[in-house]
């Protein structure tokens, strides 16, 4: 999705492929989530010169803890680790979750489903006075790995509890050169720190501290909001059409046979066989979703700019190994400095 001269892109991590895009009635960009479906994050920039931006993510209202810096495009981004200065993000993942609240009769949320929400804000960025120590960041934290009391939610509640719902948590996929360091177990296969096997002890060399160039965060540029939801959500959303309305026993009424023609066959015949082709493609497709227990998905309500630009995203193929620097963009920072 583009907004004037920035793009933010939800990437399948499977594929490395933009996932499609659909728009709402309202005008918002939606995508369509799948369980267990993991994705990364990807912004650009066409802005005129090349200048350095700060792109900060933020995923259902929980900001990732980072600002990233890039000139034209980043990496692929998600949940970030820095070790010795060599970056790795891991994927987000999204997974159905019961909402605990079940709405009451009137409240406008028994009728509209919750949907998620992944926001990028843009940032003008400018080179500092001085250098600052380049330390090991690790934000791999901010996004659990699973949905608190779960259990709770799918089963002490019960199936008739709250509504399905679709959050976003952390996934397994890594990108960027430190793919290694996630999770990786320090001194794994043993520790010589102390020692070597018996000889004597080995002093451990003291490291110098890294430093890089400092960078200040301006103004604001720009936001873009893309959400998600099921295909079931998007029918309440207007984005699909509803499924057509029959009678219970399946027998078209007296208004479609009056409309149709004859009876005798013709074209009467025709239009209700290939309206009960539609109402059956779309009742197994119901089913099937309903299977998966994609109902509606959870999140924010973000504005998206009036003077919002679309960018077709099909058949984009997207670099499977973007370096951290993300087209000439430096190493993220800790989003402690400014926000």
Known sequence: MKVGSFTLEIINAESREPMKEFEAPDGKVYIEAEPDLEYFLRCSSDRPGRPRTYASLDIDGTGLGYKNRFTTKTADLGLWKSVDGVSSYVALKFVLKRTRAVPAAGDPAATTPPVGCITAKFYECTKGK??????????????????????????????????????????????????????????????????????????????????????????????????????????????????????ADGAEDEGDRKKGGTSGGGDGEQQAAARDDIVAAAAAAAQAADAAGAAAALGGDHPVEPDRKRVKTEGAAAAANNNATGGGGGEPIDLTLSD
Do not use: C, W
């Not at 199936?159 to 794994?188: L, Y």
């Open 130 to 247: 001085g250098m600052v120590e380049a330390k090991d960041q690790d934000h791999t934290g901010k996004i659990p790995a699973g949905i608190d009391n779960q259990a709770d939610n799918f089963s002490a509640m019960g199936e008739t509890t709250g509504k399905k719902a679709f959050a976003s948590v952390a996934g397994s996929t890594i990108s960027g050169g430190g793919a290694t360091a996630i999770g990786a177990v320090a001194g794994a296969g043993g520790a010589h720190s102390g020692g070597y096997g018996g000889g004597g002890a080995v002093a451990k060399k003291e490291k110098k501290p890294r430093m890089k160039p400092k960078y200040d965060t301006g103004p604001r540029l720009g936001q873009i909001s893309i959400h998600y939801t099921s295909a079931l959500g998007f029918i309440h959303l207007g984005i699909l059409p509803t499924v057509p309305a029959v009678a």
